[in-house]
């Protein structure tokens, strides 16, 4: 359609907003939340009874397909819910619904299959499945816009069920508590705030997937001030995370939430917060908010002119209000308030608290209310640890554990599941203790991981160790005593050039043969063997204590995508993150190699995540096109050569291209294609949070470096060792 056209105005009138009041129990009762049902409804019903809840709250991805969704949705998004849907067995997923499987067959098969495969939906709809308390739920990024589109216009009406919407709000009398209750569906996707895709009126999907719009923000807040008493306690649920969206936590100020409710985010616990307690002060709190209002500001430039010559009045009143949620900016402490008093900080900077949920597979939240107090039990599955009882020992007898995961983000296997995490960090070593003063170390030493003792060395009375023909010979002879350091700057002298030199790295100790240390009666040779195997000491080289000695490079998160043949270069972080589209939320780093000299990028990328289910959803759920070029994304399950990984980078000056930002949209829009595509071309790459804890980017690789060192010889007169053959690194993959 023409951006020149009227869009269909919101539903219902403004005049009017879809509320009541619904007294549950004025004594006392119970809430259960859940998040991310996918579908399988009648769990809704064995965990409300489980947890003795009176009604239900979901916050999204409830499962609103049926059979006639099958052709909407696209071929990525089928196999993600596919991938996910706990109503399918593993055995069937492995046999018929793999990633081998051709899209057609996977329709196919859920078309013809004796149970629900998609959802249960279509069996809550006819009256096979009742639901046995009342359930009020947001919808989620993957969902059927058009099936959300019947609830709205009456076409669907389901007993115990209300989809809270953004002119939605129902009011739970509870245990003494006027419990209001507001919704926000759809993933937040700021370059899609002004497109609806298929839907007709403020919300917004399409080929299976939903996001949030401006309009719907805008009459959410007007339903708000239209149902406002200052007797309830609001309670807005949303599936994507305020904690993670400024725009969301501007909303809450503007609605004056008391308690924020998500989901969304698919990690194995529960968190309960609020921003006092995870913001550093005030300021870092008004620094999330002004990061989104900047986000969307870029996008509404851009699209200003086509949204406001497309708009009708009532849209445009809607506009004004979502516009009043980006102003929404708590003033800082220090800022004097009107009158010349001192500024005040925000009230729900400690009083507005946040639950995100894991999945429901995962655990759940039970409000429990009663003489006013609303008390919260979270309940995780948690991540599964028993392996490390059976961990392996190293050689020493310490036990050797695995690598640590990302705070808050990594993920155990899945439960039940026989697969156990492979890499393992080294058995700690401890440095050998400096020698005591006056002490001369032997400059050539076994390793620290041999089980030979050190050889028996010979010493003077002073009890400082004798040194070999040669070493004498090169540093020039010692005095006896102390006394006769002290008599003469010339033996003064003689002792500073007797005394060894400072250890040296050992890609110098690879060029030199070290000399003989010891009387003639030893030998402190090691075998061939041993002298080839690197020691703990950096680059392989052993240590006698003189520097601490260094791991490798730690072990990779097992949950690693890796991207190649990325020819558009540069680009950024921001930029591969939302190729990943809707599995972005749960990326936990990305590392972007480049050229040790040039700085200049090297084609190809690693995108950590934060367990096994997201990288799946990175895996399946990622866009075509990154910029112009097309990348190939696998499981760094192996180190990749890095020879082949991609083309060599173009000039530093050379631009990136537009944004390319994740989902696939639909037809039309809030301004029509025009608009989305302006939006989209506008919004650029978000910046990374500084703090993550990686070392330099040119600190991953040392390649030119030699390691081994000559094996050393003790006997009397011996001929030069031949040195061992230098290895080179720096020619496998950065990370």
Known sequence: MSSAQPIPSP???????????????????????????????????????????????????????????????????????????????????????????????????????????????????????????????????????????????????????????????????????????????????MHKMFDNGEGRATIAGGQGTMWTTALQIGELVDTAQRTFDPSETRLLITHASPGREGLLAQLGLVLKADLFISGGLHFRYSSSYNEFSVQSDMEAFRTKILSGQAAFNKVWESVKAQVESAADENQRQLLEKALGVVARVPQPTTAAAPGGAAGTEEPAWKNCWHWNLCDAAYGNLV??????????????????????????????????????????????????????????????????????????????????????????????????????????????????????????????????????????????????????????????????????????????????????????????????LFMNKINDLPVTEAEIRDFFGEAKSGITFVKIPVHHHTRQQKGFAYVEFGDEDAMKAGLEKHVEKLKTSTPRVVIAEHREPVDNDGPTPPPAARGGGPFRGAGRGGRGGFARNTVAAAAAAAAGPAGRPAGRGKGSENGTAEGGKTEGAPAASTAPAPAPAAPVEAKKEGGGEEK
């Open 11 to 189: 539903r219902p009138p403004p005049a009017t907003a879809n509320t009541q009041v619904k007294v549950i129990d004025s004594a006392a009762g119970r809430i259960l939340c859940l998040a991310d049902i996918r579908g399988k409804i009648s769990a809704i019903n064995d965990l409300a009874k489980e947890t003795g809840a009176k009604a239900v709250i979901h916050t999204g991805d409830f499962g609103f397909f049926d059979n006639n969704s099958l052709e909407r949705i696209n071929d990525r998004t089928l196999r993600h819910l596919v991938l996910y849907s706990p109503l399918i067995s593993p055995q069937l997923r492995q046999s018929r619904l793999g990633n081998d499987a051709a899209p057609n067959a996977i329709r196919q098969t859920i078309l013809s299959h004796h149970a629900p495969l998609l959802s249960e939906f279509p069996m809550l709809q006819s009256g096979a499945l009742r639901l046995a308390v009342p359930v009020f739920t947001v919808w989620g990024a993957c969902e059927d816009v058009q099936i959300l589109e019947k609830f709205r216009t009456g076409e669907y009406d389901i007993e115990n069920l209300t989809i809270l919407d953004e002119a939605t709000t129902r009011c739970l009398d509870i245990g003494g508590v006027k419990l209001r209750l507001f919704g926000l569906g759809g993933a937040l996707v």
């Open 367 to 560: 409000l429990d209310i009663k003489d006013g107090r609303i008390s919260a039990e979270l309940k995780s599955q948690g991540f599964n640890y028993a392996y490390r009882r059976s961990a392996p020992t190293g050689a020493t007898g310490t036990s050797v554990s695995t690598a640590p995961q990302a705070v808050g983000s990594a993920s155990s296997p899945a439960p039940g599941s026989s697969q156990q995490p492979k890499q393992q960090l080294p058995a700690r070593v401890s440095p050998a203790p400096a020698p005591a003063p006056g002490h001369v170390p032997p400059i050539t030493s076994l390793p620290v991981h041999a089980a030979r003792p050190p050889p028996t060395q010979p010493r003077a009375a002073n009890g400082v160790p004798m040194q070999g023909p040669t070493q004498q010979a090169k540093k020039g002879p010692k005095p006896e005593s102390q006394k006769e350091k002290e008599a003469s700057d010339k033996e003064k002298n003689a002792v500073k050039t007797s005394k060894p030199a400072t250890p040296k790295p050992a890609a110098e100790k690879a060029d030199t043969p070290a000399a003989s240390t010891s009387a003639p009666e030893t030998v402190a040779s090691p075998a061939p063997a041993e002298a080839a195997s690197p020691g703990p000491g950096k680059d392989g080289a052993s240590s006698a204590g003189g520097r601490t000695p260094t791991t490798r490079r730690p072990p990779r998160n097992p949950y690693t």
